[in-house]
Structure formats: structure tokens, C-alpha cells
């Protein structure tokens, strides 16, 4: 679609949401609104992405800048939010030297670009003039109405509110996808009236209008009506999010990922989950994290911004942010990996353990009650329960170093900056202050005292004072 610019609709005020924020900005499957009809226009080969912006516009344009850098975006403003029509004719120079654009509602997150080549092909059947995308709801609710003639050809929209209890009753509806030649197009919206019940400039108008002219109307009847979800407040914006999850679990289980209760999990569409990986109910996966294969994602767990390997056994209740597992990694129940965490290859944590900034070596361990941070770990190291890196002196982070094959005996803390050098070990219970050379042993206890028959005699003592 090169010669085709797309204009997306998003400077409405979104007042059904009830929110300081723009309705674009609200998000779905953790990217806003807005974001997924410019992909899918970009997807589709949109040479030009121009967003209609007005409510809260500097702030919408910052974001779909970051989130599109290189593309070919402008933004068009409208001041005063008059109307569909009125909003695309604020494009109208954006589409110059176009002959042709797709015009999409900003609040329409499911669309595929399948659907955008399907209407391509409705446009130049029915002349290329313009075409439109309709869907048969069971609720039309707040939808334009597809009125069609007695050839089966779209007449005209009416809009719910001017429509009368018989075309109320239909249930084709616009979808606010059209694809026409901007030659046509833009002479005729500036010609939109608004004498309608809401006295806005409507662009559906643009369909009779047509007609009007003699001009042939394309359209697509969606096969998929979740395509058609728009998000206008929030049980919208809901029950948008859940499709959109759905799809991709489905998608997912498709190529081989079984996921126990689909409903239940949150995978956004752009995590990757390898072959026959488990995935197990109220599973969250976000940003751009990838599960490989034969993995085990144990329920509850939270994956933001993560990697992980192939074989990897992740028990109920893990958190893990912006890190990496390697291959054969076993993790939780409850472990937390904290930011720029890596898990070598084979490596455990345990319950109510936690990483920050920490790469643990090759096979090693910490397997209970321990806080890893700004530490290095490497091969095979066993690091016992209750082992704390003290690692913050309020002001600065130090780093600490346990070399391979070091055993750190539990509850011991580690003040750094400190090494454990090679096969080293320190005794339970220590307070580890110096660097402790390879193969040492370093115990800091204070030895034990028994005192003998203490009970004994302290109940003596009671006793004779009464
Ligand atoms: C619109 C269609 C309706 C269709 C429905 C489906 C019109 C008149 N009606 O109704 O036929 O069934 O979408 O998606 O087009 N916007 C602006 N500036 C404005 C007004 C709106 O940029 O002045 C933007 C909004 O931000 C939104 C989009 O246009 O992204 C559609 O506006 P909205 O108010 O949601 O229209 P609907 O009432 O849903
Ligand atoms: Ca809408």
C-alpha cells in the first residue's frame, strides 16, 4: 500500500472514559491505545501514518514518535473536536501527493492488516473510489448502522442516534475502516453538514454521498467480528484487552505452547513462548519476553522484559524483571529476579530468593532466603540459606565477588566490597568483612559457651527470694 497514506483518528476527547488521560494513551496489552492501529497501518505498508491528534496532542505525539521511530509520521492537529469529517479534513495536507487513504478510528486495537488487504481488494472491485468495512455484531449498541439497497449494496450509515427503531434493530455495523481516493474524498468532506442529532460533522455521511455521485461503495464483511471492538470506556478498554490476549494464547497453543486456562493468563502479543513449554493459570508475560521451549511456567508467575532458555523450571510465584535464564535454570517457588539478573545455564534460586544485578555462574545455587545484589557468582558455587551480599552503605552499591566452586555457609552476611576467592568456604553464621583468599575457611562465630546446669540454678534462686 505505498501509494496509501493512513490517517488515524485520535483527537477525541475520550469522555467516556472519564480519565485526565487521552483515550489513546490508555493501554491494551501493554502498549496505549493508539499504538495498535498505527502498527497495523504500518504492518499493512502504509508509506505515511499521519494520527489526527487534539485532546492531549503534544503528549500523544511524543509517545507514537517513541514508539515508531524512523517511520513516516505526521501529525495533524484539530483544535476543536467538531466530528469525525472535521478530523480528517485536518489531514488533508498530510495525504497530499496520496492517492489513496485508510482512514481508521484511533480506538480500534484488533485489527490485522489481513483485513486492511481485503478492503483493498473491495475498493478496486466496486472502482476504487472508496470502500468500507462492516461487521454483524449481536449487540450494535453505540455502532453505526449499515443501511444496505435492495442490490445488497451499502446505501448509507446512521448513526444510533438518528436512527429510527427499525434501523436500531440492525446489526451490520461500521467498523470505522474505509480505504478512498483522497481526490474524492477531501473536496466531499469539506462539503459534511452537521444537521444531525449530536450537530457534529460525521464522516459516515461520506458513504450516501458517494452513493449520491454515482460512485461505486465497497465492502469487507469482517469473518472475525472482535476486529470490530472498539474502546470507548473502560469495560471496553476490558474486554478489548481480554480478546486481545485471547488471540494470542490461541496463536501460542497453535504452535505448540499448552497453556492451562487461557482466560486466566496475560501474554501480550509481542512475548514469544517456545514448543511444548507449560504454561499454568494466572501466568502474567509482558514486554517483549521470550520463554524458549520445554520450558515449565509455574502458576502466578509475573515475566517482564525477560529471556529465558530452553528446559527452564520456573515454580509458582516468581517475579522476574528485565533479566535473563539460561538453559535448565530452576527457579522459585517465589523468587524474584530484579533488573539486569542473569541466570547462567543450570543454575537454581530458591524460595525467597532474590538477584539484583546479579549473574550467577554455571550450575551454581542459592537456594533459600537469600539477597543477591551487584554480585558475581561463578561456576558451581553452593550459596546457603539465609545469605545476604550487604551491598548499600546508604550512599554507594559495592560489588561482591564468590569465585567458582566457593560453598557460603548459611546466614552469613557479606560486606562489600568483598571477594570469596576459589573453592573457598565460609563457615555458617559469618560476618565477612576481607576478601578471603582461594581454598581458605573463613569463620568469624564466637565460639560457643555451654554453661551448665544453668536452669537449674537461676530456679534456685527464684525460689529463694519468695
Ligand atoms: C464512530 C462512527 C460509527 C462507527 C464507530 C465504530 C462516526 C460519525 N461514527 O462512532 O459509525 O460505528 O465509530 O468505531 O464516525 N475523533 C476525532 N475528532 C473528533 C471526533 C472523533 O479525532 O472530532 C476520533 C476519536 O478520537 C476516535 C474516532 O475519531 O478515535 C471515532 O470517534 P468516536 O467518538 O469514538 O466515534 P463513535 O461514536 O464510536
Ligand atoms: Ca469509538
Not at 489531514?91 to 496520496?98: D, K, L, T
Request: with cysteine; hydrophobic share 40%; charged share 25%.
Amino acid at each position: 500500500m505505498k501509494d496509501t497514506v493512513a490517517i488515524i483518528l485520535a483527537a477525541g476527547l475520550g469522555s467516556r472514559m472519564k480519565s485526565d488521560r487521552p483515550k489513546g494513551l490508555h493501554a491494551v496489552a501493554g502498549l496505549p491505545l493508539v499504538y495498535w492501529p498505527v502498527k497495523a497501518a504500518l504492518d499493512a505498508g502504509c508509506s505515511r501514518v499521519a494520527v489526527v491528534v487534539g485532546h492531549g496532542a503534544d503528549e500523544v505525539e511524543a509517545c507514537v514518535r517513541g514508539l515508531f521511530p524512523g517511520a513516516d509520521l505526521a501529525f495533524p492537529r484539530q483544535d476543536r473536536q467538531l466530528g469525525t469529517a472535521h478530523a480528517t479534513l485536518c489531514a488533508r495536507q498530510a495525504a497530499e501527493g496520496f492517492a489513496s487513504a485508510l482512514l481508521i478510528n484511533g480506538d480500534l486495537p484488533l485489527l490485522t492488516g489481513g483485513t486492511f488487504r481485503v478492503l483493498r481488494d473491495a475498493y478496486a472491485q466496486s472502482g476504487g473510489a472508496f470502500a468500507l468495512v462492516t461487521s454483524i455484531v449481536d449487540d450494535p449498541g453505540g455502532f453505526g448502522r449499515i443501511v444496505r439497497d435492495a442490490d445488497g449494496s451499502v446505501e448509507r450509515i446512521v448513526e444510533r442516534r438518528d436512527a429510527s427503531p427499525h434501523q436500531q434493530a440492525i446489526r451490520e455495523v461500521n467498523v470505522g475502516v474505509y480505504l478512498a481516493r483522497t481526490e474524492l474524498l477531501f473536496p466531499m468532506l469539506a462539503a459534511v453538514g452537521d444537521e444531525n442529532a449530536v450537530g457534529e460533522f460525521y464522516f459516515t455521511d461520506i458513504v450516501a454521498m458517494m452513493r449520491a455521485r454515482g460512485l461505486g461503495v465497497g465492502d469487507h464483511v469482517l469473518a472475525l467480528p472482535d476486529e470490530a471492538m472498539q474502546v470507548n470506556d473502560r469495560v471496553e478498554l476490558a474486554a478489548a484487552e481480554t480478546a486481545m490476549h485471547l488471540r494470542h494464547a490461541r496463536h501460542l497453543m497453535a504452535e505448540g505452547v499448552t497453556i492451562h486456562r487461557p482466560a486466566s493468563v496475560l501474554i501480550d502479543p509481542d512475548c514469544m513462548v517456545g514448543r511444548d513449554t507449560e504454561v499454568w493459570p494466572g501466568v502474567e508475560m509482558h514486554a517483549g519476553t521470550r520463554v524458549g521451549a520445554r520450558c515449565v511456567v509455574g502458576r502466578g508467575a509475573v515475566l517482564s522484559g525477560v529471556s529465558i532458555g530452553d528446559g527452564v523450571d520456573i515454580k509458582p510465584y516468581c517475579v522476574l524483571t528485565d533479566s535473563t535464564v539460561e538453559d535448565d535454570g530452576k527457579l522459585g517457588p517465589f523468587s524474584h529476579l530484579r533488573p539486569a539478573s542473569i541466570m547462567r545455564k543450570g543454575s537454581h534460586v530458591g524460595n525467597f530468593v532474590e538477584l539484583k544485578k546479579t549473574d550467577l555462574g554455571e550450575g551454581s545455587k542459592a537456594n533459600h532466603l537469600t539477597y543477591l545484589g551487584d554480585c558475581t557468582v561463578g561456576r558451581k558455587a553452593n550459596i546457603g540459606a539465609g545469605t545476604i551480599t550487604c551491598n548499600y552503605d546508604g550512599v554507594n552499591k559495592f560489588p561482591t565477588v564468590i569465585e567458582d566452586g566457593a560453598f557460603i555457609g548459611s546466614d552469613t552476611q557479606l560486606v562489600a566490597p568483598v571477594r570469596v576467592g576459589k573453592e573457598a568456604y565460609v563457615g555458617a553464621g559469618a560476618t565477612i568483612t576481607k576478601d578471603v583468599p582461594a581454598g581458605a575457611l573463613a569463620v568469624t562465630r564466637v565460639p560457643q559457651v555451654n554453661v551448665e546446669g544453668y536452669v537449674e540454678r537461676k530456679r534456685q534462686k527464684r525460689q529463694s527470694a519468695k
